[in-house]
T-cell receptor, first 117, second 107 residues
Framework: NAGVMQNPRHLVRRRGQEARLRCSPM?????VYWYRQLPEEGLKFMVY????????ESGMPKERFSAEFPKEGPSILRIQQVVRGDSAAYFC???????????????FGSGTQLSVL | KNEVEQSPQNLTAQEGEFITINCSYS?????LHWLQQHPGGGIVSLFM?????KKHGRLIATINIQEKHSSLHITASHPRDSAVYIC?????????WGAGTKLIIKP
């Protein structure tokens, strides 16, 4: 059973380009979370999705950022017109069940390092 | 004051030593995670705790809910244990992360 798969591992973009980050949750997991780790900082929650639904996007910047988790295929975090401040490691986690309660275990991907030139 | 405090920030030890990393938090939580971040940046979830103690191989994690404190122990430490260890407390799906403890085990 493969773990949470993120790709690409490293992504380099020039200012103004679009970045697409992919996350395939573990088999059987229908809940996906995206986190961003800025240099010298801890991870910050961005968005929580279930299949075809955005449950909570309170941590997502209001502009240029969007996320989806379609019925088929991976979850996509999309950043339009990237700026240098978007350079960070983006981590995805999945869980097999609904939020809340002590039994929800998160499984993390290895992350995508986005570098904006 | 940070909501999650880890100590020490940096720890260097000799191979074979018993390692303890501490985590104190000031918020209400539904669970506490111990994670390991390797130099390449990848994050591995080590433990999720809501009470008591868990053991996996040479790793032991404990939590005291009343005192709002958790510890991660490594027995018979090995150079491959060198990494950043992160304590993160969870309220629902929001995670609050500690600053991490950078551990270096010398052969």
């Amino acid at each position: 059973n493969a773990g949470v798969m993120q790709n690409p591992r490293h992504l380099v973009r020039r200012r103004g380009q679009e970045a697409r980050l992919r996350c395939s949750p573990m088999k059987g997991h229908s809940h996906v979370y995206w986190y961003r780790q800025l240099p010298e900082e801890g991870l910050k929650f961005m968005v929580y999705l279930q299949k075809e639904n955005i449950i909570d996007e309170s941590g997502m910047p209001k502009e240029r950022f969007s996320a989806e988790f379609p019925k088929e295929g991976p979850s996509i975090l999309r950043i339009q017109q990237v700026v240098r401040g978007d350079s960070a490691a983006y981590f995805c986690a999945s869980s097999p069940r609904e939020t809340g309660g002590p039994q929800m275990k998160l499984f993390f991907g290895s992350g995508t390092q986005l570098s904006v030139l | 004051k940070n909501e999650v405090e880890q100590s020490p920030q940096n720890l260097t030890a000799q191979e074979g030593e018993f390692i303890t990393i501490n985590c104190s938090y000031s918020v209400g939580i539904s669970a506490l995670h111990w994670l390991q971040q390797h130099p390449g940046g990848g994050i591995v979830s080590l433990f999720m705790l809501s009470s008591g103690k868990k053991k996996h191989g040479r790793l032991i994690a404990t939590i005291n809910i009343q005192e709002k404190h958790s510890s991660l122990h490594i027995t018979a430490s090995h150079p491959r244990d060198s990494a950043v260890y992160i304590c993160a407390v969870r309220d629902n799906y929001q995670l609050i992360w500690g600053a991490g403890t950078k551990l270096i085990i010398k052969p």
